[in-house]
């Protein structure tokens, strides 16, 4: 039986108790770990080994965890997470304006702790070249097959690259492979560009000067300016302003930036991939996109199949998902025969997410170790969204309220922020309703999200 691959964590933390509770949730992810006390037995480590993701505690026996920051080959390791104790201003501002993708305090929290876990897993997937796993993806069907070796031929070219596909097809997956197998030394950088507040989005992009505008009360590096050497990734590039997709183009072509409220030019070297949910000459056609920006972006074009396209896969990726839960809470849930042809036969709009989402539900709603015939109630919310609330007589407004905003969301592929814009609401508020659903029981933890609209696929 050929052996699943592991993602490589270092812990650097002289934390006996921190190190082991780390230890434990990497096992269930799927991750093997190496704990080191002191600051030069972590520089040893980091010398002669490469790590998925390596967490380091700030005060250490020997010296600042900061110090070990600062040496590492970043092009050697994956992410690098803050995780301390003892948080002040000085330290989060560090944390910010350097290569670090999570500043975290102790106690972390599991949800936390379990994402950047995922996150290596995934990269050490990427290396798994001649298995049917690639970035995080599944498949072993033509269409992923190809798919697979468009991302090896185009990730050690310099090109940009625009990824097309539905909502929950796993556009990002795509472009976080492209980058992990392009030999770039840089970060990977991901942005939504429907997430960020059209006012807000240049500041965020491209960076700006203290005293800028109001509450600019210190320079700020952009997603550009972060992702130097690496790749930036601009999802929904489709709901970029116009005056901002002007000023992208610019960068584009010139490789170099002014920050807002700035006059010195700033070099940068980055990769962009750039991805959307809609068709990109229709959003030509419509308005949405300049047509010279996007004959800038789609040097190499990547179609991403829908699940009912790629139907073949459904098993396998059922199964993935499946397997992964059984690791992680150390049981023996199987798929009947039944439960299988059942999944591989649904329509599926949300693709693969809708059925990694459904394959959860399916696992905390078995009563022993064999799954099937599948209940009805795992497909009520994954249905398709047609738009059209319904109501009956007995429902409570806030019975109401709800069946409108799950509905609303629904329809707007789980963008918070459109959703809000929709209902007249803020993306905050949204937020904060879904947190309540979940604690009465009514919806599930992935359905929670990310706050402020912030929305991935």
């Not at 929290?109 to 298995?131: D, S, V, W």
Request: proline share 5%.
């Amino acid at each position: 039986m050929t052996q699943e691959p592991a993602g490589n964590v270092l812990i650097v933390d002289d934390n006996a108790e921190f190190q082991t509770v780390a230890a434990d949730f990497a096992a269930m992810a799927h991750c093997r770990t190496t704990a080191a006390m002191t600051l030069s037995e972590a520089r040893r480590l980091t010398r002669g080994e490469r790590f998925d993701l390596i967490l380091i505690d700030l005060n250490l026996p020997d010296g600042n965890g900061f110090d070990l920051l600062d040496e590492l080959d970043l092009a050697a390791h994956g992410p690098v997470a803050i995780v301390t104790g003892h948080p002040s201003v000085e330290s989060a501002v560090r944390a910010v304006h350097s290569p670090v993708v999570e500043y975290l305090l102790k106690p972390i929290k599991a949800e936390q702790l379990a994402g950047l876990l995922e996150r290596a897993y995934l990269r050490a997937q990427t290396r798994q070249i001649g298995k049917p796993v690639l970035g995080g993806m599944v498949g072993q069907g033509p269409l992923m097959r190809e798919l697979f070796d468009r991302i090896r031929r185009i990730a050690p070219l310099d090109v940009s690259v625009l990824i097309h596909g539905e909502t929950g097809t796993g556009k990002e997956l795509v472009a976080r492979a492209v980058h992990d197998l392009s030999g770039r030394s840089g970060r990977f950088v991901s942005v939504n560009c429907g997430a960020i507040a059209p006012e807000l989005l240049s500041s965020q992009l491209f960076g700006h000067e203290r005293g800028s505008f109001t509450g600019a009360l210190q320079s700020h590096a952009g997603y550009f300016e972060q992702a130097e050497g690496g790749t930036l990734f601009l999802d929904e590039i489709t709901e970029m302003p116009m005056a901002q997709q002007v000023y992208l183009l610019r960068v584009l072509e010139s490789h170099v930036l002014t920050r807002v409220g700035g006059s010195r030019e700033v070099p940068v070297d980055v990769r962009v991939l750039a991805a959307t949910n809609r068709d990109p000459q229709q959003a030509v056609t419509s308005g949405a996109m300049r047509l010279d920006l996007y004959y800038r972006l789609v040097e190499f074009p990547l179609s991403m199949p829908t699940l009912s396209e790629r139907r073949e896969d459904i098993p396998l990726l059922a199964q993935h998902f499946l397997d992964r839960l059984n690791e992680r809470y150390q049981s023996r849930r199987a798929f009947s025969a039944e439960a299988l042809h059942q999944l591989a036969t649904r329509p599926w709009p949300g693709n693969v997410r809708e059925l990694r989402h459904t394959v959860q539900r399916l696992y905390t709603l078995a009563n022993d170790n064999t799954i099937g015939p599948l209940p009805a109630q795992v497909f009520r919310s994954t249905e398709s969204s047609d738009g059209a609330v319904r109501f009956q007589v007995g429902m409570t407004f806030d019975d109401i309220e709800r069946e409108m905003l799950l509905k609303t969301l629904a329809y707007h592929s789980n963008n918070k922020r459109q959703a809000a814009r929709a209902l007249g609401i803020t993306a905050k508020t949204i937020y904060n309703r879904l947190l309540r659903y979940r604690e009465l029981g009514l919806i599930a933890e992935e359905q929670v999200g990310e706050p402020e609209g912030e929305s991935s696929d």
